[in-house]
């Protein structure tokens, strides 16, 4: 069965500070995969997703960033956290193009100060 | 540009309780309407509907979608403890051009059930 794994689960960092948040998936191939940002009081904020092995689509610009080295491995980045940066941060993914489904991972709780 | 809006945005029952949350939307190229639950953390998925008039049940929940009207509600029936959540409603469609399918989210329908 696939399995969706983030890390960490919480953090807390200064303005101004890097951000790298990680996420793996377990148990298919070529997923397509997703990160969104959950704001308190908000929907969930689409920001990239990936179809493959170094695609990366944009949704929102941003001083976020995004990568995928390996099939199965997407993570997201910042050079300079600002405190709007702060929410839960969630992964997600889906088998390709056969299926809407989207598969959510724990998320990661981000707080700027 | 995609929209989805759900109704109500909070709710109080009792347990044992009817209740029956909507979701309505407006996207390009309508493929999907997919219901999650959300408790604490990541979403967990319900239902995908894509047919009218076709209910989805899943013990005490149901669903369906009305494409003509665009939407869509969700139903839960005997209502317990355990169903306090927010429920979140998604609608895929085509992103012209990009190749790759997205989901729309609506802000979801804050339940909370109590004893």
């Known amino acids: 069965s696939q399995t969706i794994h983030q890390w960490p689960a919480t953090l807390v960092q200064p303005v101004g500070s890097p951000l790298s948040l990680e996420c793996t998936v377990e148990?298919?191939?070529?997923?397509?995969l997703y990160w969104y940002r959950q704001a308190a009081g908000r929907g969930l904020q689409l920001l990239f997703y990936s179809v493959g092995i170094g695609q990366i689509s944009s949704e929102v610009p941003q001083n976020l960033s995004a990568s995928r080295p390996q099939d199965r491995q997407f993570i997201l980045s910042s050079k300079k956290l600002l405190l709007s940066d702060s929410g839960f941060y969630l992964c997600?993914?889906?088998?390709?193009?056969?299926?809407?489904?989207?598969?959510f991972g724990p998320g990661t709780r981000l707080t700027v100060l | 540009e995609d929209k989805v809006v759900q109704s109500p945005l909070s709710l109080v029952v009792h347990e044992g309780d009817t209740v029956t949350l909507n979701c309505s939307y407006e996207?390009?190229?309508?493929?999907?309407l997919l219901w999650y639950k959300q408790e604490k953390k990541a979403p967990t998925f319900l239902f995908m509907l894509?047919?009218?008039?076709i209910e989805k049940k899943s013990g005490r929940l149901s669903s369906i979608l009305d494409k003509k009207e665009l939407f869509s509600i969700l139903n839960i029936t005997a209502t317990q403890t355990g169903d306090s959540a927010v429920y979140l409603c998604?609608?895929?469609?085509?992103?012209?051009?990009?190749?790759?399918?997205?989901?729309?989210f609506g802000k979801g329908t804050k339940l909370s059930v109590i004893p």
């Open positions: 998604a609608v895929g469609g085509e992103n012209s051009g990009a190749g790759s399918y997205q989901l729309t």
């Open positions: 996207v390009t190229n309508f493929r999907s």
């Open positions: 894509t047919s009218s008039g």
């Open positions: 148990g298919t191939s070529n997923p397509n």
């Open positions: 997600a993914w889906s088998a390709s193009h056969l299926t809407d489904t989207q598969y």
